[in-house]
């Protein structure tokens, strides 16, 4: 069965860094796109970054590009989330998720299989 289980969230002061992490199991990661989402409180879910299988490409929210990199490791079967130069609007619960292989997108309805979040606060 597959399973994703999110850590590395955290408090942070406004310009600082984080790494989130999206272990996997059940299935190899190097075969599903796998896509970070983010939900605040009173706000909708957002798509922030998603990995493609097989390395076909990635895809970033304006929100975050340039500061925020998806990466996989296929060896430890999980993916990455290195969150740089936070602000406070990214203050939210981050959840990671699956779906088949192909193409990564950055609507939450495409996927299958979700992890239970990690929680990211920045505030100074």
């Known amino acids: 069965q597959a399973q994703l289980a999110e850590s590395g969230g955290g408090s942070v002061q406004p310009g600082g860094s984080l790494r989130l992490s999206c272990e996997v199991s059940?299935?190899?990661?190097?075969?599903?796109?796998i896509g970070w989402f983010r939900q605040a409180p009173g706000k909708e879910r957002e798509g922030v970054s998603c990995?493609?299988?097989?390395?076909?490409?990635?895809d970033y929210a304006d929100s975050v590009k340039g500061r925020f990199t998806i990466s996989r490791d296929n060896a430890k079967n999980t993916v990455y989330l290195q969150m740089n130069s936070l602000k406070p609007e990214d203050t939210a619960n981050y959840y990671c998720?699956?779906?088949?292989?192909?193409?990564?997108?950055?609507?939450?309805?495409?996927?299958?299989?979700w992890g239970q979040g990690t929680r990211v606060t920045v505030s100074s």
């Open positions: 998720a699956a779906r088949g292989w192909g193409h990564c997108t950055l609507l939450g309805r495409e996927y299958d299989y």
């Open positions: 059940g299935f190899s990661v190097d075969y599903y796109a």
């Open positions: 990995i493609s299988s097989s390395e076909i490409g990635t």
